[in-house]
């Protein structure tokens, strides 16, 4: 199924050329862009992929290894299981180099790869295999009969193949010898630059998931910005640790290497224990991270001083809020330097980062001197602005909403016409989130996020960021993890809560403690009413915690507190009342 699937409306179109020159890569499909990389001399020899798992079994590729089972694995996906150009094939796995193996040989192939969490519900599982008309699904041995159960209700599924780690090689699970070398460039189906490439499903916290439809040169167009921004060279090795079913984890350290000719390490998942080690004995160049790995860091290693870095030059982080104490913490803490960036599954990966050459003053500053850590600038080939409800642009520090033009644009929402409307205007991709902009001396428009548009607190009409909130919450030294929600107040229509996470071995710190706290830097508006005590943590696979879902799960709890009236001492009393 090609992209015309997708219905790609004006705004789409617009959104996606943005009126600038359109990067012209030296390729015409991923095939071809694929064979240059693995039949290249001076590359053939290099590891391009090592894979750790949980058992200690590691595995690694060399260019000329990783291509010839990549062709062989389109050869069993074209001629044993009949899968062509547009197929979309589903995949249930973890991080594993099996999963890299199949999505690269579906790229080659031309066919569409459509992950699915395997933590995801039954519903939701069900519901992207039968949307996306899934003809293939792989999956991990344990999975294969609650899969066959429902096959009978998915009648686009022809075909179902269980994996396990039995074999030394994937060839020998389909059934091929361990190949003696790579078919010639003439084997391969040569697809188009614009056919569809993945299909992601957006993990929303109400409704159906929706599919955004990614293209090759989707993929290719910002693995070209984010090695070119970064720097990311031959003999450069990017390490992954978040879960390859997304598009931060498959676009920046599964594509980005082989683009820019240099080493990926996927670890099976992330584990604080190794993570430093692995740094040291594979040289590795940079790791992208989410802010929730920071922390996990920042609790469980004092002191890195042990190991040899010599080849790290940072952290990629975005995906995920981040706050200005953790950044100050963790710099302070380890000499790492943070790389923020922002994007979105609609923009294939990362849109903007903070530029790479800043001095460490400037650095701190965009990090730390504003409300919120900057996003830094559009990667090239994007535009970013931050646009009113009209669609006109703002002025400087004003708030708005986040949107984005350029190639690295989905293609839109996969049979979802009202989505496509609704997220797709005035020539832009709407993002959902609240921003700003700042200007630097030199005129560029460093871009800041203040919070998603529907979490925002509306109380008495005032539009408040949780994210803001979330930052004092997290400040207090007994809490580990603390996050604004708001609910339902007759009086000011919402009200404002904190749920905490405390740390392990402190005290437990009192409501009226917690409350004091925020007064010291809050406004009795932001500050919360409420403060809720819990155990666990909502997070999404990539270390979002998932904000509305908590909301949810607190709705009970807090809805004693509806027709209450919260009001504060006159003379800056940090004391709270509540009145029936």
Same mark, same amino acid.
């Given at each position: 199924?090609?992209?015309d ?5 004006l705004n @789409? ?13 030296p ?5 071809q ?6 039949t290249?001399?001076?590359?053939m ?5 090592t894979?750790?798992?949980d ?10 290894e990783?291509?010839?089972?990549? &062709? ?15 197929? %979309? ?13 199949i999505?690269?040989a579906?790229?080659v192939?031309?066919a ?5 969490d395997?933590n995801?519900s039954?519903n939701r ?13 792989f ?8 899969l066959q159960? =429902? %096959? ?8 179902l193949?269980?994996l396990?780690d ?11 010898p361990r ?29 159906l998931p ?9 993929l290719?167009?910002?693995?070209h910005?984010?090695?070119r ?5 031959k003999?450069h090795?990017l390490?992954?640790v978040l ?11 599964l ?6 000719q ?16 692995? &740094?040291?004995?594979e ?10 790995i ?18 790290f030059?940072g952290? @990629? ?5 981040l706050?200005?104490?953790t ?14 960036g ?8 990362y849109?903007?980062?903070l530029?790479?050459n ?5 650095h ?5 001197d ?5 996003i830094?600038l559009? &990667? ?10 009209e669609g006109?642009?703002?002025a400087e ?7 984005i ?12 016409p009202d989505?496509n409307?609704?997220?797709f205007q005035w020539?832009?991709?709407?993002s959902?989130?609240?921003g700003?902009?700042v ?8 871009f800041? @996020? ?6 925002l607190?509306i ?29 339902e107040?007759?009086?000011y229509?919402?009200? =404002?809560a904190?749920y905490l ?12 403690? =917690? ?5 010291k830097a809050?406004?009795?508006?932001k ?5 809720v005590?819990?155990?666990?943590v909502?997070y999404?696979?990539t270390?979002k915690p998932? %904000?509305?879902?908590l ?21 800056g ?7 029936p």
């Amino acid at each position: 199924m090609m992209i015309d699937t997708v219905s790609m409306n004006l705004n @789409i179109k617009q959104a996606h050329r943005n009126g600038r020159p359109p990067l012209e890569l030296p390729f015409s499909s991923f095939a071809q862009f694929f064979h240059q990389r693995v039949t290249d001399p001076e590359l053939m020899k290099d590891t391009y992929l090592t894979y750790y798992d949980d058992t200690g079994m590691v595995r690694s590729y060399t260019y000329e290894e990783f291509g010839m089972v990549v &062709i062989r694995t389109v050869t069993f996906l074209r001629e044993q299981l009949g899968i062509q150009r547009g197929d %979309r094939i589903a995949i249930l796995l973890f991080n594993h180099d099996y999963t890299v193996l199949i999505y690269f040989a579906a790229w080659v192939l031309g066919a569409v790869v459509v992950p699915i969490d395997i933590n995801e519900s039954e519903n939701r599982r069900f519901y992207i295999l039968e949307h996306s008309e899934a003809c293939l699904a792989f999956c991990w041995e344990p999975e294969y009969e609650a899969l066959q159960d =429902i %096959r009978s209700r998915l009648p686009h599924l022809r075909h179902l193949v269980s994996l396990g780690d039995g074999s030394s090689s994937l060839m020998e699970i389909m059934g091929y010898p361990r190949p003696a070398k790579a078919d010639g460039q003439g084997s391969l189906d040569q697809a188009t630059f614009y056919d569809e490439a993945l299909i992601v499903y957006t993990s929303g916290t109400t409704g159906l998931p929706k599919g955004v439809v990614l293209t090759i040169e989707n993929l290719l167009v910002d693995a070209h910005g984010i090695a070119r921004w970064h720097g990311f060279q031959k003999g450069h090795c990017l390490m992954c640790v978040l879960p390859i079913h997304h598009v931060n984890g498959i676009v920046v350290t599964l594509i980005t290497p082989l683009y820019g000719q240099g080493r990926a390490v996927l670890n099976r998942r992330f584990h604080q224990s190794v993570f430093w080690s692995r &740094i040291q004995d594979e040289g590795v160049t940079c790791v992208s991270v989410v802010p929730t790995i920071l922390e996990f860091l920042l609790e469980g290693t004092p002191d890195i001083r042990k190991y040899r870095l010599d080849y790290f030059c940072g952290l @990629i982080c975005g995906a995920g809020p981040l706050l200005k104490d953790t950044v100050s913490r963790f710099e302070h803490q380890f000499h790492v330097p943070i790389r923020h960036g922002y994007g979105l599954s609609e923009t294939t990966c990362y849109s903007s980062f903070l530029p790479v050459n800043l001095s460490e003053h400037e650095h701190r500053h965009w990090l730390t001197d504003y409300d919120y850590p900057s996003i830094g600038l559009p &990667i090239p080939y994007n535009d970013m602005a931050i646009l009113n409800h009209e669609g006109k642009p703002v002025a400087e520090g004003e708030r708005g909403e986040i949107c984005i033009s350029g190639q690295t644009v989905c293609s839109g929402y996969l049979k979802r016409p009202d989505a496509n409307d609704e997220s797709f205007q005035w020539g832009w991709f709407r993002s959902g989130d609240e921003g700003f902009f700042v200007r630097d001396k030199a005129d560029r428009s460093f871009f800041f @996020i203040s919070g998603r548009l529907k979490e925002l607190i509306i109380r008495g009409g005032v539009n408040i960021s949780p994210l803001e909130i979330d930052e004092v919450l997290r400040g207090h030294p007994s809490v580990k993890f603390g996050m604004a929600v708001s609910f339902e107040n007759r009086f000011y229509g919402e009200e =404002i809560a904190g749920y905490l996470v405390v740390k392990e071995h402190m005290p437990k710190p009192s409501e009226d403690e =917690i409350v004091k706290w925020c007064r010291k830097a809050l406004p009795f508006a932001k500050c919360p009413k409420v403060i809720v005590f819990g155990q666990e943590v909502p997070y999404t696979t990539t270390g979002k915690p998932k %904000r509305l879902e908590l909301k949810s799960r607190l709705s009970q709890t807090l809805a004693q507190y509806h027709d209450v009236q919260f009001t504060s001492f006159k003379h800056g009393s940090t004391q709270n009342h509540r009145t029936p």
